[in-house]
């Protein structure tokens, strides 16, 4: 329930205060007195846009704030799931600054419009003229319906898993997408892939390839040198290290005699020590070294395919290869992965719209099940609210082999005929305005026997009648207003006379300034207000008696 809005600094209005009624709240006053402006402004409080242009006073912000006492709706999930803190007695700001720019709060943390609009569109319903165009949606009687079934929650139930279907089949039409452009580069990229593992790449043994085709082509210059160079040390008796052995015997004769020859010679045994083992190497070496003509030729192709790979490639090491090597795996696993996750995706889609399908018939059923009690209803409705002859079909039309939707498998077409005689036709065809808004009061007041509606207003819902219709009308509101809080405005003193409590818009005129005022509306008060509604200002004594007999 609204139970307060304040507004300060808003399009006439310098400051408003106002505290509803529980029950059928009426607003009058004057055309142009700000009526709507009030309807602007709570617009604000549900999440509407707005801007610079809505401020009274450039200089100052514009501040809109509303109580709403929200015990009744089970609001506590939502709070918890958008991490607020819930309060019975809930207060919703908004605030717009003077570059246009607004922040809304929710017991003063601030929040997003779409997060505001997700709790007022469950507090607050408005009705305005030319809003009829809802009873043309093919979908807005599927809602009614579920409502009369009591169904509603099993309804929220499918269409959370069929969101959910929709974003894993959106996932699976973008996986199918990237796989059909992919599947050209494919074969390319396995055949790239293929080329590289089967070359063994290896950084290291690339180095070893090289020096071991350097060593194998030159096999028999190094046994020639490696020989020679043994024969020069070690290979005669007049070879380098012989002689060596020699010189250093008779240096050795002479170590007692100075220092320094101590000193030569023991640096001359140690070379001796060198040569020898110098000369253990050149014959290993040389015994190692055997011309191996298969050898050569398969490392010489390796070599030469490793060559090839890396003028294909463009790059100067084995280093880049196997880096190109290792992205192409990837790329492959990637299009492997996709092709899994599509299969995936497939199989449980199928299962999944299998389950929806079933859940969509139940409900379905259920709705065909309450469509003639909808019918009656709001035809009986249609005679209290002078259309004795209206009356409406719903017409169903049941898609079980068309997709989807997030309303099941039906789409329900409003058909009306406010004549006797005549056959119902579409409303867009057929009905004036004020039958339309008397259509979609007899709707509101339908679904209300069935559901706890947040605050329902009306604005001037009752355009187009007069007379008896209008005071079944405010009948109605005050109907609507027991069990739910209602906020009408009306031209119609009948309906005003309805009112749990009456609120009237008018406008002050001060020195150079013009502002919006409201007031609340009692005793002779009221009983003025009703009669200049009924006669025009200066209401003579008849005017007044029928106010009173309107009031009794």
């Known amino acids: ?126 009705y305005a003229q030319g809003e009829t165009q809802n009873l043309l949606d093919k979908y807005f009687f599927c809602e009614i319906l579920d409502e009369l079934c009591k169904q509603s929650n099993i309804v929220k139930s499918y269409q959370i898993q069929y969101h959910q279907y929709i974003q894993k089949q959106t996932r699976l039409h973008q996986l199918q997408e990237t796989q059909i452009r992919l599947q050209k580069e494919f074969d390319f990229i396995s055949f790239q892939l293929n080329e590289l593992e089967e070359a063994k790449l290896d950084a290291d043994e690339y180095e070893s390839i090289e020096h071991e085709v350097g060593l194998l082509q030159n096999a028999e210059v190094i046994k020639r040198n490696l020989a020679e160079s043994f024969h020069l040390i070690d290979g005669n008796e007049y070879a380098a290290l012989s002689q060596l052995l020699q010189a250093n015997k008779q240096i050795g004769q002479l170590t007692d005699f100075h220092p320094t020859i101590l000193e030569m010679h023991e640096k001359l045994v140690s070379i001796n020590d060198e040569l020898k083992s110098i000369t253990r190497q050149i014959n290993n070496i040389a015994d190692a070294t055997e011309y191996n003509e298969e050898r050569v030729q398969e490392l010489s192709e390796k070599q030469s395919n490793i060559n090839k790979l890396l003028q294909k490639h463009h790059v100067a090491t084995v280093q880049d290869l196997i880096d190109i090597q290792t992205d192409l795996q990837q790329k492959v696993a990637a299009f492997t992965n996709s092709t899994d996750e599509i299969m995936r995706l497939e199989n449980e889609l199928t299962k999944e719209h299998a389950d929806l399908l079933a859940t969509a018939q139940r409900i379905s059923k259920n709705r065909s099940e309450k469509i003639k009690t909808a019918e009656s209803k709001v035809t009986g409705l249609l005679a209290d609210l002078g259309m004795p002859f209206g009356f409406i079909q719903l017409e169903q039309k049941v898609n079980n082999t068309a997709p989807l939707n997030a309303y099941g498998i039906d789409e329900i077409r409003l058909l009306f005929s406010a004549n006797k005689g005549t056959t119902a036709q579409p409303l867009d065809e057929v009905g004036s305005g004020g039958e339309k808004s008397r259509l979609m009061l007899a709707i509101k007041s339908l679904v209300a026997e069935t559901t706890t509606l947040p605050t329902l207003i009306f604005d001037e819902i009752d355009t187009g009648i007069s007379g008896e219709v209008a005071q079944k009308v405010g009948n109605i509101l005050r109907a609507l207003g027991k069990k739910h809080q209602v906020i009408s405005i009306t031209h119609l003193p009948q309906v005003a006379a309805k009112a749990s409590k009456h609120f009237f818009v008018f406008k002050n005129h001060e020195k150079e300034k013009t502002f919006t005022e409201i007031k609340t509306l009692s005793g002779n008060e009221r009983l003025h207000e009703l009669a200049v509604m009924l006669s025009g200002n200066n209401p003579p004594k008849e005017a007044i008696e029928n106010a009173k007999r309107l009031l009794n």
């Open 1 to 126: 329930m609204l139970q307060s809005l304040s507004i300060k600094n808003y399009a006439i209005i310098e400051t408003v205060d106002i505290q509803f009624d529980a029950q059928l709240n009426i607003i009058t006053g004057e055309t142009g007195a700000g009526k709507s402006i009030l309807l602007g402004a709570l617009n604000l409080i549900l999440g509407k846009r707005a801007d610079s242009h809505v401020l009274r006073d450039a200089c100052e912000k514009c501040l809109i704030e509303a109580v709403f006492h929200i015990q009744p709706y089970s609001l506590k999930n939502f709070f918890e799931e958008n991490n607020l803190e819930y309060e019975d007695e809930t207060i919703i700001r908004r605030e717009i600054n003077t570059s246009g720019k607004s922040r809304a709060f929710i017991n003063d943390s601030p929040v997003t419009l779409e997060v505001l609009r997700a709790l007022t569109e469950q507090l607050v319903d408005i």
